[in-house]
């Protein structure tokens, strides 16, 4: 796949023990950041905003309003809640020895460490020092502070269409000391603007949890638009899911209002085809591996703390009922390819 010889892995990669060290670092400043981030200075009682967003979130999921775009969506509910109760926006599969942690919250968040390890791997494995990885879809920054602290000789670029996320990273790097080799860009992947200084620059791009939100007309182009920044035999790294079935008709609006749109099998191999994009590992995990992730959301200090405690009993049970809706008829892929 790469041009490069593979490199040993960092220590601490791929292992519980390194993964939970990683957590232990970049959870306490990515929470610091996003209190100071979304509070303004208080004057005594929460402020009246902070329930309003999660009140909104719910009626989202629930499957009504499809009227704003996707950083509309995040910026106004998806950041601050759901760091809330998870560590960051996708899932992870659950491996035998994640499921037998005791602590539902500790089980989250290593699973989606791991699965940003796992998603990353062909890269941290390939990329030369001083070799540039992109990251589509920065997210609540585990993807890219996990790989600048394993690889501390890669430069990150981390693209995200969603402008808090970028500030929030920003201050993060900031704060663990990374910010002279990883940085930021707002930008929707469809504007050619994005990425046209990019085009054959990257050792690896990835996108983890990002396709969804390209219309079903557009998958192949956004695939494509990724693809064009790789450097040749680089590889595009990607974990996301794709339909074993169709959904309920509740669960098809209240995707569609979420602004996702999962492809079947069948179609994602499509799209890959037609963004002249050839598959080199396709690693499938099924509903099982996935779904005990939806039972361990749950309420949290930190949530009961910023929305008060009926959004704090509420919100973690709509994003699981939505969570198994949506993972039950789906398999989950972390995929490579390279461009033919
Ligand atoms: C579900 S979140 C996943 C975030 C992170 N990768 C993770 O795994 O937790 C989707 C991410 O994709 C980004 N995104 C969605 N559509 C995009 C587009 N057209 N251009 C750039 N970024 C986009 C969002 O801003 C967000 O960061």
Redesign the pocket.
């Known amino acids: 796949m790469a041009s490069h010889p593979e490199r040993p892995l960092p220590e601490g990669f791929l292992t519980l023990e390194g993964q939970q060290r990683f957590l232990d670092v970049f959870l306490p400043v990515r929470n610091q950041v996003l209190r100071e981030f979304y509070h303004r200075p208080r004057t005594g009682n929460r402020s009246p905003r902070t329930a309003a967003p999660a009140w909104r979130a719910a009626i989202r999921l629930l499957g009504t309003r499809t009227d704003e775009t996707?950083?509309e969506l995040?910026r106004l509910y998806?950041n601050r809640l759901f760091a809330a109760i998870w560590?960051?926006?996708?899932w992870g599969p659950y491996t035998p020895a994640i499921r037998e942690l005791p602590d539902p919250l500790q089980r989250i968040h290593l699973s989606?460490v791991n699965?940003?390890d796992t998603c990353w791997r062909p890269a941290v494995v390939s990329v030369p020092p001083g070799g540039l990885l992109v990251?589509?879809?920065?997210?609540?920054s585990?993807?890219w502070a996990r790989l600048a602290l394993l690889m501390p000789q890669v430069r990150i670029l981390s693209?995200?269409?969603?402008r808090d996320?970028a500030e929030i990273g920003r201050r993060i790097a900031r704060e663990l000391g990374l910010d002279d080799r990883v940085r930021f860009r707002v930008?929707?992947?469809?504007?050619p603007g994005?990425t046209g200084d990019l085009a054959g620059e990257a050792d690896a791009v990835?996108?983890?949890?990002?396709i969804?939100?390209?219309p079903p007309p557009r998958k192949a182009e956004?695939l494509h638009a990724m693809a064009a920044m790789l450097k040749p035999g680089s590889p595009l790294l990607i974990?996301d899911a794709y339909r074993t079935r169709p959904f309920s008709p509740f669960m098809r609006r209240a995707l569609i209002s979420s602004l996702s749109w999962y492809p079947s099998g069948a179609d994602f191999r499509t799209a890959l085809d037609e963004a002249g994009l050839r598959p080199l590992r396709f690693d499938v995990h099924p509903p099982a591996h996935c779904l005990p992730f939806a039972d361990d959301t749950r309420a949290t200090a930190a949530l009961r703390e910023e929305f008060g405690p009926l959004i704090a009993w509420l919100f973690p049970r709509i994003v699981s009922g939505f969570m198994k809706g949506l993972l039950k008829p789906q398999e989950s892929v972390y995929l490579s390819a390279v461009r033919k």
């Open positions: 996707v950083p995040y998806y560590l960051a926006l996708n989606q699965s940003v990251e589509v879809g920065t997210g609540l585990d993807g693209i995200t269409i969603e996320q930008g929707d992947i469809f504007s994005t990835t996108a983890m949890g990002v969804p939100h390209f956004g974990f």
